[in-house]
């Protein structure tokens, strides 16, 4: 009986290091090692903490359009529409405050335009159900950046780095060393967790993921949420709005181009499916520093941006086929036995 015992014993712990080896999640902390790994080689100040958070708020613009964008797949959906939503709204702010003088009364503006945008594609999308994501976000997109374009021509706004406590919103740091933004990106990164994994909305949005109809059938108000995510969408785009202008001082009209391939990217990087109804958004976290701790290290030994690009789409596509090959392996073993 004891040594029946000890080989059941032996064997879940095989398994549950078998599954264990097996999830997404292993295999990002893996590739996060091996980017940190090779960051060193080439850096010998890559580990200094100042040095470091300094290079992880250069891409936390990025990172928190990321957040609503894991929402956005989870239901099956896609916004094409954000890297437009942010330079309109930091068209406005700097418009407003250009005009005004009144510094809050524009950062009001960009929030307000950035949710307004937001709801504008989950109007067009629940009101017409019909319609592709892709396509209508697609066109929004290309909306936003011709008013910023109409508004700006070929010049600029900008006059917003005078005001310091404005410019601290991105530069600022607690104690002279974690930046204000990180703390903030941190801080909403758990919010959206939260929501994600512990609550009914959440667990709403996955079934909306796995099949709209069947969810709408078990009472769920499949529009009425998809709605409330775009909504979100749009009010995050308006606060990184704030910090872009924080952080670059002024606003063209091509400013944040890519920021939605960047975010889909980080969020299907981590797991979350382009489908709908899977993933993790501790997977879309540790997505998200990879992308911009490997950006940071090519950017150390001075290839072009779009070599980067290059590296980055080879990687995303090596890592969505891991499930494939994962899946593989786990019917083949079915089959065996």
């Given amino acids: 009986m004891a040594t029946k015992s000890g080989r059941t014993i032996s064997s879940v712990r095989e398994r549950s290091i078998k ?35 300094t290079n992880i708020n250069g891409f936390l613009t990025k990172a928190l359009v990321a957040l609503p964008m894991a929402f956005i797949l989870l239901l099956g959906d896609i916004d094409l529409s954000v890297g437009g939503n942010i330079c309109l709204s930091a068209t406005v702010l700097g418009i407003v405050y250009n005009t005004s003088g009144n510094i809050w009364l ?45 508004i700006l021509g070929d010049g600029s706004t900008g006059g917003m780095q005078k005001i310091d406590w404005f410019t601290n919103l991105y530069y600022g740091r607690v104690g002279n060393m974690v930046p204000y933004l990180f703390i903030i990106f941190c801080v909403l990164a758990l919010v959206f967790g939260l929501v994600m994994h512990k609550t009914v909305f959440g667990r709403q949005m996955f079934a909306i993921g796995e099949n709209k109809k069947a969810a709408a059938y078990a009472g769920i ?24 202008c924080s952080w670059m001082g002024s606003v063209k009209s091509n400013a944040c181009e890519g920021y ?14 382009t ?7 501790t997977g879309a976290f540790i997505a998200i520093f990879i992308v911009g701790l490997l950006r940071y290290g090519l950017n150390l030994i001075n290839l072009s941006g779009q070599t980067i690009r290059i590296i980055l789409g080879i990687l995303l596509i090596v890592v969505v086929l891991y499930p494939t090959i994962r899946d593989a392996i786990k019917n083949r073993k079915k089959a065996v036995k």
């Fill in 106 to 150: 524009g950062i009001l503006s960009a929030v307000a335009v950035g949710a307004l945008c937001g709801a504008l594609n989950g109007l067009i999308l629940t009101k017409f159900s019909e319609l592709a994501p892709m396509i209508v976000t697609l066109a929004t997109n290309i909306v936003f950046r011709g008013l910023s374009e109409r």
């Fill in 221 to 244: 108000k499949v529009q009425k949420i998809r709605m409330i995510v775009y909504t979100l969408t749009g009010l995050i785009c308006g606060i990184t709005a704030v910090f872009y």
């Fill in 19 to 53: 599954d264990l080896v097996l999830r997404w999640e292993f295999l990002l902390i893996l590739i996060f090692i091996g980017v940190n790994v090779m960051n060193i080689s080439i850096s010998p100040f890559y580990l200094d903490a100042y040095n470091l958070f």
């Fill in 260 to 273: 939605e391939l960047e975010a889909i990217s980080m969020c299907v990087l981590g797991g979350i499916s």
């Fill in 275 to 281: 489908a709908g109804g899977k993933g993790t958004f």
